[in-house]
């Protein structure tokens, strides 16, 4: 069951903690941040930071020149590259060549940057809060039980004996569900809506059922909920490995062959882990699925023109039956739903595999071998989530997942593993003890004021746009005036449950609250949106996708035309009031939030209006010149690419790529004014923008193994962090006139364009 949070109904939860101390604690949170200034002095601790790095600045021996000169020798390139060529690597060379993490505590983060170090850090934080907060003894209500009981829990491996008998229970509720060793009316498929239903319960493992349902903000009316299906996530990131392809070369086929062989390998020890190593069960019937799934995906029986909108197609429970064979009402009943309360329509993305794979599931269920298949695939889906709660399945589960697949060091750190569990169903415990600990108005308000101003920018540069016919401009410039921004956390939230939770059953906790969110989220059709958090079980380790306070992250929801900006993202070192400057800012939470601004008229945004519903209101001529700037762009980005020998496909981040290109031209803009508004003389603009230019690339910089590339760029919808950064520069006239950037250099782009003039 996936959820949105766009809007939010909050009832505050005090009841975690004494109220007479977290009062105090609270009064004494605001007189500091009363009287908390924006620039505090340093001097003080000066000594001790050199002394931490063994250099005694008070010895007579002590020569400031002389050290002055031998750092400012470290700023040059370590290959002497020159900024015309390749400013990301004469920026960050050095810190690409010295930084490592920890294998044992970081080395689950595959794409080392400030993104992911600091999350890593979030994580750490919450659980030491709730370290603190299970000790403490006058935590005793209802609430602090369940939330102890689940904390303690969540610290815990299954045994191997618990994953057999639960697993052998599944099974046999599995076979129940299926009709397996009875007769079936072929024409009935009573048991195959069922089974469907079944997965549908519980969203840790729904992710891979063939059909996955969830309720999420209706697209044309987003203050309420609607039912989605969709097609499921297989297993493989490079889904052409499913595929033999009589082109393939010798290298390709080696490919491929070698990534099968793994991943059967840890099917293999997957089945020996839950049934022994007698389990007898064809494992090759998972990929045969898996790659049934794919083909219904690929099949495009129902026509499309290429300017019709295919991603919100309504089906009502008659036409689902009828013109596509989807038993709508039966599924309902089996999801839950009263026969009264049964939704007359739900909506999905792809209707050819909505035809197509309601057709191949029937086809096989009528044959027992194929049945059969789908059993094996029903029963992996379910395990692969329930073994990653013991110690030997986590480890099977992160070696394919997480070490092939993504390029992983090691797991996640054990200490922090906990609060994927805490976090999915203690979100406002969590939310209120975050906030309580770590917000700093003084650092919420200068993002309400930047992001304000950013508007302002990014409306005056559409104003000057030049290829949007009138009608168009005039309806983008209004889309900004409506957009809304969130800085720190969602002002309304939802309440805990307080379930009857187990302190030695992780596994059996999460069910619970699985099951618990899909009654909710049952109850929750047509009605108005609030706020629950979300988590992508399918990531390694999970990963939280919505309104979180504690995500290091920031987003921007056309369904509700707004930025969101988590607390966890407010921090240094994405932004500094202690005297960094506005060049410092302007290159970090600066520009997230102009990139954010720019994606409310990129070619998904400006599918959606000024108040989050979705109408296409961009002409066809206005579409053409924006096919033409995004061919441009893609080109640039596979040219950059190349160069360091890397052959990708840069369309599917193209939305990505112009956010990036807009959101730096926002805040070039920006700082122009601040020059203008402060008077600034023309030496130091040029200092100004070059701080800005090296901030840049400073907060682009990652560093990432080579074998984790290839996942990179099979599945994150942002390109390589150096060409985020590269390609945006070579677009600025002003930085190839500051750093003299000519038609042979790197740094050069024959187009200046940058989206909007």
Partial sequence: MKMNNNKHKNKQNNKHNNKKTRKRHQGQRQRHQQTKKTYEPFEHKVEELFGQHNINITSANYNLEKEVIKDLKKAVSVSNIKPHEDFYTYVNERWIQNTNV?????????????????????????????????????????????????????????????????????????????????EEKTEDFQNLWSVLAHFNKNEIVSWGAPFVWSINPDDKNPTIYICNIESPQVSLLDIDIYF?????????????????IEYLAYLNTLFEIVFGASHGFQLKDVYDCECSILNAMACDVIKYKDDDDTMYNIISREEALKQFGFDWTCFCKELGFRPTAIPSHFITSNVNYLLCGTKMLKDHWKQPEFKSKWRTYFIYIYIRQQTRWNEFGFLNYVDFFGKYQRGQESAVDLTIRPIFFMGFAFNTFLTNQYVERYKNQDTLDYVSMIAEDLKIVFRRIV???????????????????????????????????????????????????????????????????????????????????????YVVNAMYTPDNNSIYIPLGYIQKPFIDLDQMGIEYNLAHIGFTIAHELSHSLDDFGSKYNKYGHLEDWWSAHDKKEYLKIQQDIVKEYEIFAKRDNIQFDAWPSIGEDLADISGFEICQEYLRDFQQKNKTILPIQALSFEMFYVYFALQSRQKISKKAILAQLKTNPHPLDKYRCNVPLSRSTIFRAIYNVKKHNNMWWVNSGTIWK
């Avoid at 033999?244 to 099968?260: A, F, T």
């Avoid at 609030?530 to 990963?543: A, G």
């Fill in 102 to 182: 920890e294998k044992t505590k970081q080395g689950y983060i595959v794409q080392i940057d400030d993104f992911r170090l600091i999350q890593d850090q979030v994580y750490r934080q919450l659980i030491s809060i709730l370290d603190e907060y299970v000790k403490d003894s006058t935590h005793n209500t209802k609430m602090d039980k369940c939330i102890k009981n689940a904390y303690k829990s969540s610290r815990q491996f299954h045994t191997l004996n618990y994953i057999q008998r639960d697993a052998t229970q599944f099974v046999k509720t599995l076979d129940d569900l299926m009709g397996m060793g009875r």
């Fill in 244 to 260: 033999n392809n009589p082109s393939d070369s010798k290298k390709i086929k080696q490919y491929k062959k070698k990534n099968r």
């Fill in 463 to 549: 104003m000057r746009n030049t290829w949007m016919l009138p009608k168009t401009k005039q309806t983008a410039l209004e889309k900004l005036d409506h957009i809304q921004f969130q800085i720190g956390f969602p002002k309304q939230l939802s309440d805990d449950p307080c379930l009857d939770y187990s302190e030695n059953d992780p596994w059996g906790n999460l069910v619970k609250i699985s099951h618990w969110r899909h009654q909710r989220a049952i109850q929750l059709v047509g009605k108005k949106v609030i706020d629950l958090p979300v988590i992508d079980w399918s990531q390694t380790p999970p990963k939280f996708i919505s309104t979180q306070a």
